[in-house]
T-cell receptor, first 115, second 112 residues
Framework: AQSVTQPDIHITVSEGASLELRCNYSYGATPYLFWYVQSPGQGLQLLLKYFSGDTLVQGIKGFEAEFKRSQSSFNLRKPSVHWSDAAEYFCAVGALSGGSYIPTFGRGTSLIVHP | SQTIHQWPATLVQPVGSPLSLECTVEGTSNPNLYWYRQAAGRGLQLLFYSVGIGQISSEVPQNLSASRPQDRQFILSSKKLLLSDSGFYLC???????????FGSGTQLSVL
């Protein structure tokens, strides 16, 4: 079965600093990879996704992520963080299980932005 | 365009009481439907998913059940709530095997 690990529970950065959120996955085939963002008390919104092709994918709000097959990683990056980026970030892998499509999420990383 | 409705937004229930959370999707047909639970600091746990009317798969054995009486309706239920059922419940749908999930706005359930 597939799994997702987000090793950092909390990340604190200063506004304007760069950001990298880590994500490692476990899946036997080429995965579908996603990053979602969740504001407090809300549902999740897709930031970006990777299916195939270029391993560096661009998303909304200035985010990007790089798929590294050799490291089973899909880390999320942003060159300059804004205070409005403070939220919970989830990495997810979509995989087929028993013929059904099962998206599996990591435990999330809470991003705190200091002014 | 497609929309997903989930209600209620918040719910406070006593232990032992029943539960019914409803989720409906508009603007699409035959979606894959999912119920997730989010406990503090524990990410999203998949509870149930459905690929069609009356087809429910459970990922985690527990005090909850799900039903899909109509193509675009997904219901999460319990006959007797436990304290451990407290959490943030999210309904989601997707159309295909490699598509992103569209999430509802969630239900914050507090069992007291």
């Amino acid at each position: 079965a597939q799994s997702v690990t987000q090793p950092d529970i909390h990340i604190t950065v200063s506004e304007g600093a760069s950001l990298e959120l880590r994500c490692n996955y476990s899946y036997g085939a080429t995965p579908y990879l996603f990053w979602y963002v969740q504001s407090p008390g809300q549902g999740l919104q897709l930031l970006l996704k990777y299916f195939s092709g270029d391993t560096l994918v661009q998303g909304i709000k200035g985010f990007e992520a790089e798929f590294k097959r050799s490291q089973s990683s899909f880390n999320l990056r942003k060159p300059s963080v804004h205070w409005s980026d403070a939220a919970e970030y989830f990495c997810a892998v979509g995989a087929l299980s028993g013929g059904s499509y099962i998206p599996t999420f990591g435990r999330g990383t809470s991003l705190i932005v200091h002014p | 365009s497609q929309t997903i409705h989930q209600w209620p937004a918040t719910l406070v229930q006593p232990v032992g009481s029943p539960l019914s959370l409803e989720c409906t999707v508009e603007g699409t047909s035959n979606p894959n439907l999912y119920w997730y639970r989010q406990a503090a600091g524990r990410g999203l746990q998949l509870l149930f998913y459905s690929v069609g009317i009356g087809q429910i798969s459970s990922e985690v054995p527990q005090n909850l059940s799900a039903s899909r009486p109509q193509d675009r309706q997904f219901i999460l239920s319990s006959k007797k709530l436990l304290l451990s059922d407290s959490g943030f419940y999210l309904c989601a749908w997707t159309q295909g095997y490699n598509e992103k999930l569209f999430f509802g706005s969630g239900t914050q359930l507090s069992v007291l």
